[in-house]
Structures are given as structure tokens and as C-alpha cells.
Nanobody
Framework: QVQLVESGGGLVQAGGSLRLSCVGSGRTETVYTMGWFRQPPGKEREFVATIHWSGGRTYYTDSVKGRFTISRDNAKNTVYLQMNSLKPEDTAVYYC?????????WGQGTQVTVSS
């Protein structure tokens, strides 16, 4: 059973930076993607970014393009989300996600709060 554990959230002022980490454990399928989603207060969970584990292709939601960067370290089974130029509207619980053919796994979430 795959498990994901996020870390790196916190409180930061607008314009600041944070780096989120997500460490995976357990056996996965050969082909999968990992990504980040977020749930702002009172809103639905939304897609932020994803990366293909073998090819490294990345995708971002428009609101974070140019500010956020998703990356992976295969040796450490870790995916990162570098968040720069943070805005108050980036405030949310950020969730790590692994999507494979047989299942989708979520982490427990980490809170990111951006003050104005």
C-alpha cells in the first residue's frame, strides 16, 4: 500500500516562498503521475501541478504558472513543489497525490497560509 506524507507548509508573507515535500513509501505501478492539489478555505479541492514520474513532463494550473515549480527525486521517492511569489489567494491545504491505473492515493495535507 502506497503512503504519502507531506511537509513544508507554514505561514509566509505575500511575496515569500515555501517548498513543499511529499515522500512516498510502498510499491507503485510502473507508470504513474504525482501531483499537488489544494483546497482553499470554503472551496473545492483544485488541481495545482503534476509531474510524470518517468518522463518528467509537468503541467500547471494557469494561476501558478511562472511562480510554482514541481520536481521529483526518484532516488528519494519524493516530489517537491517550490512556491515563489506567494499570494494570499494561495492560502489552502495542499495535498500530495499519486495517480496510477489501479488507484489514486492522497496525503494528509499540509497548511499553507499567505498573509497580506
Amino acid at each position: 500500500q502506497v503512503q504519502l506524507v507531506e511537509s513544508g507548509g507554514g505561514l509566509v508573507q505575500a511575496g515569500g516562498s515555501l517548498r513543499l515535500s511529499c515522500v512516498g513509501s510502498g510499491r507503485t505501478e510502473t507508470v504513474y503521475t504525482m501531483g499537488w492539489f489544494r483546497q482553499p478555505p470554503g472551496k473545492e479541492r483544485e488541481f495545482v501541478a503534476t509531474i510524470h514520474w518517468s518522463g518528467g513532463r509537468t503541467y500547471y494550473t494557469d494561476s501558478v504558472k511562472g511562480r510554482f515549480t514541481i520536481s521529483r527525486d526518484n532516488a528519494k521517492n519524493t516530489v517537491y513543489l517550490q512556491m515563489n511569489s506567494l499570494k494570499p489567494e494561495d492560502t489552502a491545504v495542499y495535498y500530495c497525490n499519486l495517480a496510477q491505473r489501479s488507484s489514486t492515493i492522497w496525503g494528509q495535507g499540509t497548511q499553507v497560509t499567505v498573509s497580506s
